[in-house]
C-alpha cells in the first residue's frame, strides 16, 4: 500500500518568513496531491491539492510543487502570519480509490 | 451548510462500555470513512465505504465494526471499549469519481476510556 512520509514534524518561523513543508510517496500510480490544515480542536480542511499531470500550484500566500520522478511534493507558504498556526497534512491517492493515505503531519508555528 | 456532522464532541467511556459515534453528511457523497488521530500519528484509516451496504477495513480495524445503510450515515461502534482507543476520532465524506476528490472532514470525537 501507500506510505507517505512527511517532514519536518515541528516547524517555528518569525512573521512575513517563508515555511516549506516536504512530503514523500512511495505508490507511483498515486495522482491526487492534497494538504489539509488542522486549527485546533477542528477537523482537517482542504487548502491546496495537486494533481500529478501538474508540476505547480499557487493560490495567493500557498503553493505546491510534485516532483513525480522523485515521488516527493512539497507545501510553501510565504509571508507567514499567526493564523498560519496550524498542524499540516499532505496525503495522497490513487485514481479509483475511496480514501486517502495521510502523512503523520507538521506543527507549524507562527510568531508575531 | 452542515456538511459533515459527528455525534457527540466528547465521550468519557469505562473500559468495556460499547458506544456508537455518529457521522452523517449531506452531501450526497459515496464515499465515506473513519480515521483516528493520535500524537505523532496522523491520521490512520478504520473502515471506509464506497457506498450504501458496503463497508471494508482500513490501517487499524481491530475492535471497531461500522455499517452503511443509508448513504447519509456511517456509524462506528466500539464493542468493548479499552484505553488503547483512547482518541479524536474523525470522519470524512467525499465524491465519487477523478475530477472531484475533495474530502470533507467532521469536527472529530475525543474518546478517553479510562
Known amino acids: 500500500g501507500e506510505n507517505v512520509e512527511q517532514h519536518p514534524s515541528t516547524l517555528s518561523v518569525q512573521e512575513g518568513d517563508s515555511a516549506v513543508i516536504k512530503c514523500t510517496y512511495s505508490?507511483?500510480?498515486?495522482?491526487?496531491f492534497p494538504w489539509y490544515k488542522q486549527e485546533l480542536g477542528k477537523g482537517p480542511q482542504l487548502i491546496i491539492d495537486?494533481?500529478?499531470?501538474?508540476g505547480e500550484k499557487k493560490d495567493q500566500r500557498i503553493a505546491v510543487t510534485l516532483n513525480k520522478t522523485a515521488k516527493h511534493f512539497s507545501l510553501h507558504i510565504t509571508e507567514t502570519q499567526p493564523e498560519d498556526s496550524a498542524v499540516y497534512f499532505c496525503?495522497?491517492?490513487?485514481?479509483?480509490?475511496?480514501?486517502?493515505?495521510f502523512g503523520k503531519g507538521t506543527m507549524l508555528l507562527v510568531s508575531p | 451548510n452542515a456538511g459533515v456532522t459527528q455525534t457527540p464532541k466528547f465521550q468519557v467511556l469505562k473500559t468495556g462500555q460499547s458506544m456508537t459515534l455518529q457521522c452523517a453528511q449531506d452531501?450526497?457523497?459515496?464515499?465515506m470513512s473513519w480515521y483516528r488521530q493520535d500524537p505523532g500519528m496522523g491520521l490512520r484509516l478504520i473502515h471506509y465505504?464506497?457506498?450504501?451496504?458496503?463497508?471494508d477495513q482500513g490501517e487499524v480495524p481491530n475492535g471497531y465494526n461500522v455499517s452503511r445503510s443509508t448513504t447519509e450515515d456511517f456509524p462506528l461502534r466500539l464493542l468493548s471499549a479499552a484505553p488503547s482507543q483512547t482518541s479524536v476520532y474523525f470522519c470524512?465524506?467525499?465524491?465519487?469519481?477523478?475530477?472531484?476528490?475533495?474530502?470533507?472532514f467532521g469536527q472529530g470525537t475525543r474518546l478517553t476510556v479510562v
Open positions: 496525503a495522497a491517492k490513487r485514481s479509483g480509490y475511496s480514501t486517502l493515505t
Open positions: 505508490d507511483s500510480a498515486s495522482n491526487y
Open positions: 452531501m450526497n457523497h459515496e464515499y
Open positions: 470524512a465524506s467525499s465524491s465519487r469519481g477523478d475530477l472531484n476528490t475533495e474530502a470533507f
Open positions: 465505504s464506497v457506498g450504501a451496504g458496503i463497508t
Open positions: 495537486i494533481r500529478s499531470n501538474v
